[in-house]
């Protein structure tokens, strides 16, 4: 137990999910009772009022029935509560309970049981007024110096303080420069009006300023109005306390009074004209703050409570105590009840009301002796070994990680793809101009090891490929309980995916609360967008593949596409993509090649992937582990390097449509001004074409918006054809220098660094850094060029020459036995000799500008080819000048 935690006199937890503010509680004699003990009054945002009037038995009880004098539920959501004098003919204290569009004024009496549930408490209603405004919180006083009475003051939330003289409305007056609605209290001493504004000041205005200004209800801002008897609304006094602030108060002692402002990281005192008399900075953020005068002569103390469940208490700017309460009070008072003086009352937002008293628990724990005894080091190294080789295990794997399906132990999740296309299309909205748009079924099973809850199933699939369903939510699944899903895969672009699989991703809770995410990938079937077509004889784009076992039948190895009785497709096939490309597959009768061919780069990419796959696969199930794929031919180079300067000249457009948007946006803007300026003008003045030229520039920004449109799908498409020839030139090369399977990744690492390319961070950019990383660490020639820095800031560049360099270089590294790693002392030792006993690069510089040359047009393979130079230190220096 703290020390300085506070002294629970009395507590209790009002209703069941109900808030509470500031201006939610109240503290006085409401009852009138004449004994000088105080009652809590209660409001919240549901509309309960509550008065309280504890009675503990000893400090610390909770709340008996007897405690609780009043509950009623009223319609309208209370705002605050206040008691004062506000009947008028008497002096007795009546309840004001103010709510968004109403203020009623109850007077609260009690009767005499004769049984011993005891007294019983009523409210009657003495008056109401309804607001033709919304109110945002209120104050009371004796404006003008009445005398045995108080009249309320309440501000709206646009700013009109509305004034009630009892029963009856006195009048509206509106702030001058309102924008939000701040805290509002009233000085008896100077018979004025504080509040804060939005502009982080403290403003002061005067009761009879306000009663002779303008009325508010008849405010206009013509000429004729200012020119009227009313006078206008000014402020006695301002003070700029730069933040905003939270509450305000008026504490009077000693024939002087102080104006105290809690701000947001500080609290002022204020004299009564305006003069800073001090001020305290606080070290946690406030939530609520009560000043009363002291007991010392001519000082002031105030409590502050803050969000850290802390309650200081302050002489001026001294901190004389600190308490700890268990919740974060959103006001307090301070009372006198049951005889006891200085009793703090505290409410926080959620209903916590609590009695206390400062004071100190002494700790009565005393830590019992230590036994001495002998320490066995031996046992205590043990242990520790063990503590540490389980750390170890437990950080390999976070929990937040995706897990395969087999190794996760509270929802596995499987896909199973349908082996036929549906019978009827479930296609939406597809761009293909095919004349029929087939789709696939896919089936999702979350089958669950234990209790999970929340779980948030997403599909995905790469574009132009969309889905019939993408998301599904389940509340939870039951042990050894089990979810199936199904949804149809289809081809929404009028062009060929890059890829052909797709991911499935449950993301759930288990019983401890941890989250967890499972997930798995399936793979779609080529006949989802391409179907059985007539072989090709002639083609710009051929590609052969090698391999080390007999060939294969492409009726065998393409059942859904040959037809088993033509024995001409034994060794040729078609294949037409639905975008209307055609690709022919053939088959070497002799040797053990195959040749894929097409118009087009890009279209040979899921073809030779399939082929390579299904390879693969029919000599897995013949137990032939040695069968590997090679490339022996020229890697095209230059048709890659036509579609990086198509998806390169169309982010160029991109950004030229920007900036012609951005100048007729500033064109049109100004236009407006123009024409706004012109129609408010008294004297009406000719528009000198004006709305012609508005109407041409509006056409103009829609012409270019449509156009700058158009160019984002264009160079989306240009990004996916892109994809898929960057795809089959690493494939290529993969297959031509006989990579491993880590090599493959940071060669697809380096050349798709990007799934998706945007203005800000483009393709072009990004694999130029990773391509020169690879340049200057594993397929470096020397330390020099280790040395060299690359830049941290992408930028798009002028022109895609400086990529096409760094590639040819890349590529021409990995023919002279450069191998791909990101192993540091790999790197160090190949930098002094590369192995293999590779041919080093061409020395001169014009041999270096001739092999880049020479590879745009058809990158062949140097294995063949031996050069007797060596390439300069400066070489890769010179690649990087653009």
């Given at each position: 137990?703290?020390?300085?935690?506070?002294?629970?006199?009395?507590?209790?937890?009002?209703?069941?999910?109900?808030?509470?503010?500031?201006?939610?509680?109240?503290?006085?004699?409401?009852?009138?009772?004449?004994?000088?003990?105080?009652?809590?009054?209660?409001?919240?945002?549901?509309?309960?009022?509550?008065?309280?009037?504890?009675?503990?038995?000893?400090?610390?009880?909770?709340?008996?029935?007897?405690?609780?004098?009043?509950?009623?539920?009223?319609?309208?959501?209370?705002?605050?509560?206040?008691?004062?004098?506000?009947?008028?003919?008497?002096?007795?204290?009546?309840?004001?309970?103010?709510?968004?569009?109403?203020?009623?004024?109850?007077?609260?009496?009690?009767?005499?049981?004769?049984?011993?549930?005891?007294?019983?408490?009523?409210?009657?209603?003495?008056?109401?007024?309804?607001?033709q405004r919304t109110a945002c919180n209120m104050t009371y006083g004796p404006f003008g110096g009445v005398k045995g009475r108080d009249l309320i003051c309440i501000q709206s939330m646009?700013?009109?303080?509305?004034?009630?003289?009892?029963?009856?409305?006195?009048?509206?007056?509106?702030?001058?420069?309102?924008?939000?609605?701040?805290?509002?209290?009233?000085?008896?001493?100077?018979?004025?009006?504080?509040?804060?504004?939005?502009?982080?000041?403290?403003?002061?205005?005067?009761?009879?300023?306000?009663?002779?200004?303008?009325?508010?209800?008849?405010?206009?801002?013509?000429?004729?109005?200012?020119?009227?008897?009313?006078?206008?609304?000014?402020?006695?006094?301002?003070?700029?306390?730069?933040?905003?602030?939270?509450?305000?108060?008026?504490?009077?002692?000693?024939?002087?009074?102080?104006?105290?402002?809690?701000?947001?990281?500080?609290?002022?005192?204020?004299?009564?004209?305006?003069?800073?008399?001090?001020?305290?900075?606080?070290?946690?953020?406030?939530?609520?703050?009560?000043?009363?005068?002291?007991?010392?002569?001519?000082?002031?103390?105030?409590?502050?409570?803050?969000?850290?469940?802390?309650?200081?208490?302050?002489?001026?700017?001294?901190?004389?105590?600190?308490?700890?309460?268990?919740?974060?009070?959103?006001?307090?008072?301070?009372?006198?009840?049951?005889?006891?003086?200085?009793?703090?009352?505290?409410?926080?937002?959620?209903?916590?009301?609590?009695?206390?008293?400062?004071?100190?628990?002494?700790?009565?724990?005393?830590?019992?002796?230590?036994?001495?005894?002998?320490?066995?080091?031996?046992?205590?190294?043990?242990?520790?070994?063990?503590?540490?080789?389980?750390?170890?295990?437990?950080?390999?794997?976070?929990?937040?990680?995706?897990?395969?399906?087999?190794?996760?132990?509270?929802?596995?999740?499987?896909?199973?793809?349908?082996?036929?296309?549906?019978?009827?299309?479930?296609?939406?909205?597809?761009?293909?101009?095919?004349?029929?748009?087939?789709?696939?079924?896919?089936?999702?099973?979350?089958?669950?090891?234990?209790?999970?809850?929340?779980?948030?199933?997403?599909?995905?699939?790469?574009?132009?490929?969309?889905?019939?369903?993408?998301?599904?939510?389940?509340?939870?699944?039951?042990?050894?309980?089990?979810?199936?899903?199904?949804?149809?895969?289809?081809?929404?672009?009028?062009?060929?995916?890059?890829?052909?699989?797709?991911?499935?991703?449950?993301?759930?809770?288990?019983?401890?609360?941890?989250?967890?995410?499972?997930?798995?990938?399936?793979?779609?079937?080529?006949?989802?967008?391409?179907?059985?077509?007539?072989?090709?004889?002639?083609?710009?784009?051929?590609?052969?593949?090698?391999?080390?076992?007999?060939?294969?039948?492409?009726?065998?190895?393409?059942?859904?596409?040959?037809?088993?009785?033509?024995?001409?497709?034994?060794?040729?096939?078609?294949?037409?993509?639905?975008?209307?490309?055609?690709?022919?597959?053939?088959?070497?009768?002799?040797?053990?090649?195959?040749?894929?061919?097409?118009?087009?780069?890009?279209?040979?990419?899921?073809?030779?992937?399939?082929?390579?796959?299904?390879?693969?696969?029919?000599?897995?199930?013949?137990?032939?582990?040695?069968?590997?794929?090679?490339?022996?031919?020229?890697?095209?180079?230059?048709?890659?390097?036509?579609?990086?300067?198509?998806?390169?000249?169309?982010?160029?457009?991109?950004?030229?449509?920007?900036?012609?948007?951005?100048?007729?946006?500033?064109?049109?803007?100004?236009?407006?001004?123009?024409?706004?300026?012109?129609?408010?003008?008294?004297?009406?003045?000719?528009?000198?074409?004006?709305?012609?030229?508005?109407?041409?520039?509006?056409?103009?920004?829609?012409?270019?918006?449509?156009?700058?449109?158009?160019?984002?799908?264009?160079?989306?498409?240009?990004?996916?054809?892109?994809?898929?020839?960057?795809?089959?030139?690493?494939?290529?090369?993969?297959?031509?220098?006989?990579?491993?399977?880590?090599?493959?990744?940071?060669?697809?690492?380096?050349?798709?660094?990007?799934?998706?390319?945007?203005?800000?961070?483009?393709?072009?950019?990004?694999?130029?850094?990773?391509?020169?990383?690879?340049?200057?660490?594993?397929?470096?020639?020397?330390?020099?060029?280790?040395?060299?820095?690359?830049?941290?800031?992408?930028?798009?560049?002028?022109?895609?020459?400086?990529?096409?360099?760094?590639?040819?270089?890349?590529?021409?590294?990995?023919?002279?036995?450069?191998?791909?790693?990101?192993?540091?002392?790999?790197?160090?030792?190949?930098?002094?000799?590369?192995?293999?006993?590779?041919?080093?690069?061409?020395?001169?510089?014009?041999?270096?500008?001739?092999?880049?040359?020479?590879?745009t047009a058809m990158f062949t393979n140097l294995t063949k080819q031996k050069s007797k130079t060596d390439l300069p230190q400066g070489a890769l220096e010179e690649a990087e000048k653009?």
């Amino acid at each position: 137990m703290s020390l300085f935690k506070a002294r629970d006199w009395w507590s209790t937890t009002l209703g069941v999910k109900e808030e509470f503010d500031q201006g939610c509680l109240c503290v006085a004699d409401v009852d009138n009772s004449g004994s000088g003990q105080d009652k809590i009054t209660v409001g919240s945002f549901m509309g309960y009022l509550r008065i309280f009037n504890p009675h503990p038995v000893k400090p610390g009880d909770g709340m008996q029935a007897e405690d609780l004098l009043l509950e009623v539920q009223l319609r309208d959501p209370i705002l605050q509560v206040e008691v004062g004098k506000f009947v008028s003919g008497t002096e007795l204290l009546h309840l004001a309970v103010l709510h968004c569009r109403k203020l009623c004024v109850y007077a609260v009496s009690g009767t005499l049981g004769n049984v011993e549930h005891g007294n019983q408490y009523q409210i009657k209603l003495m008056y109401e007024h309804n607001l033709q405004r919304t109110a945002c919180n209120m104050t009371y006083g004796p404006f003008g110096g009445v005398k045995g009475r108080d009249l309320i003051c309440i501000q709206s939330m646009d700013g009109m303080l509305m004034l009630f003289e009892q029963e009856s409305y006195a009048f509206g007056r509106f702030l001058p420069g309102f924008l939000l609605p701040g805290p509002l209290t009233y000085s008896s001493r100077t018979d004025s009006f504080i509040t804060v504004s939005s502009c982080q000041q403290v403003e002061s205005y005067k009761y009879q300023v306000l009663a002779f200004a303008t009325d508010a209800d008849e405010r206009q801002e013509t000429e004729h109005q200012k020119l009227s008897s009313g006078k206008r609304l000014v402020t006695d006094w301002v003070l700029n306390i730069g933040e905003q602030a939270l509450d305000i108060c008026v504490v009077s002692f000693n024939q002087t009074s102080s104006v105290f402002v809690l701000g947001e990281r500080n609290f002022f005192c204020l004299k009564d004209n305006g003069q800073i008399r001090f001020m305290k900075k606080l070290d946690c953020s406030p939530s609520c703050f009560l000043p009363y005068c002291s007991v010392s002569e001519g000082t002031i103390n105030a409590l502050v409570g803050n969000h850290n469940n802390m309650l200081h208490v302050y002489q001026d700017v001294t901190l004389k105590w600190a308490t700890q309460l268990p919740h974060i009070p959103v006001a307090v008072k301070v009372g006198n009840l049951q005889d006891l003086k200085g009793v703090i009352v505290t409410l926080s937002d959620s209903g916590h009301l609590q009695c206390s008293y400062l004071g100190t628990d002494p700790s009565l724990f005393q830590a019992p002796k230590v036994e001495s005894r002998d320490i066995n080091y031996e046992e205590l190294d043990r242990e520790m070994k063990e503590l540490q080789k389980i750390i170890k295990e437990s950080t390999k794997t976070q929990d937040i990680l995706p897990k395969s399906e087999k190794n996760c132990d509270g929802l596995r999740i499987t896909s199973e793809v349908s082996s036929d296309l549906d019978a009827i299309s479930q296609a939406i909205d597809s761009e293909v101009r095919a004349e029929a748009v087939p789709s696939v079924t896919v089936k999702i099973t979350l089958r669950s090891t234990l209790a999970v809850q929340k779980i948030q199933l997403s599909i995905c699939v790469q574009p132009p490929l969309a889905l019939t369903h993408d998301q599904f939510i389940f509340d939870d699944i039951e042990s050894c309980g089990s979810k199936v899903v199904a949804l149809s895969v289809f081809l929404k672009g009028n062009w060929p995916p890059a890829e052909l699989e797709g991911n499935a991703m449950a993301a759930y809770s288990i019983p401890t609360g941890i989250p967890r995410v499972a997930q798995c990938k399936f793979r779609l079937p080529l006949r989802l967008i391409c179907f059985p077509a007539q072989p090709s004889k002639t083609a710009n784009h051929k590609l052969t593949i090698d391999t080390n076992k007999p060939p294969v039948s492409l009726v065998n190895l393409f059942p859904d596409f040959a037809d088993q009785s033509d024995e001409d497709q034994a060794n040729v096939l078609g294949f037409q993509f639905l975008t209307g490309s055609r690709i022919t597959l053939l088959a070497s009768k002799t040797s053990q090649r195959y040749r894929i061919q097409s118009e087009q780069l890009e279209d040979l990419w899921l073809i030779t992937k399939e082929l390579t796959f299904r390879l693969e696969e029919h000599f897995k199930k013949q137990n032939s582990k040695d069968f590997t794929c090679t490339f022996s031919g020229s890697v095209p180079l230059q048709e890659y390097f036509e579609l990086i300067d198509r998806h390169f000249e169309l982010r160029l457009n991109a950004e030229k449509f920007e900036e012609l948007l951005s100048e007729r946006a500033i064109q049109f803007r100004a236009i407006e001004r123009r024409l706004l300026t012109r129609f408010k003008d008294k004297t009406p003045a000719p528009l000198q074409h004006l709305d012609t030229l508005l109407e041409g520039t509006y056409r103009q920004i829609i012409a270019l918006a449509d156009a700058a449109e158009e160019n984002q799908a264009n160079m989306f498409q240009a990004f996916t054809k892109l994809k898929s020839a960057t795809l089959l030139v690493i494939m290529l090369i993969s297959l031509w220098q006989k990579l491993s399977t880590d090599q493959v990744a940071i060669l697809e690492a380096a050349f798709l660094p990007l799934t998706l390319d945007s203005q800000g961070l483009g393709w072009e950019e990004s694999m130029d850094a990773a391509i020169s990383h690879l340049l200057k660490t594993c397929l470096s020639k020397s330390s020099k060029e280790q040395a060299l820095t690359i830049t941290s800031q992408l930028t798009i560049p002028k022109d895609t020459s400086r990529l096409k360099k760094h590639i040819t270089l890349l590529c021409d590294r990995l023919a002279k036995g450069g191998r791909l790693c990101l192993n540091t002392e790999t790197n160090i030792q190949q930098t002094m000799v590369m192995p293999g006993g590779c041919t080093p690069i061409p020395e001169s510089d014009l041999e270096e500008r001739t092999a880049v040359h020479c590879s745009t047009a058809m990158f062949t393979n140097l294995t063949k080819q031996k050069s007797k130079t060596d390439l300069p230190q400066g070489a890769l220096e010179e690649a990087e000048k653009p």
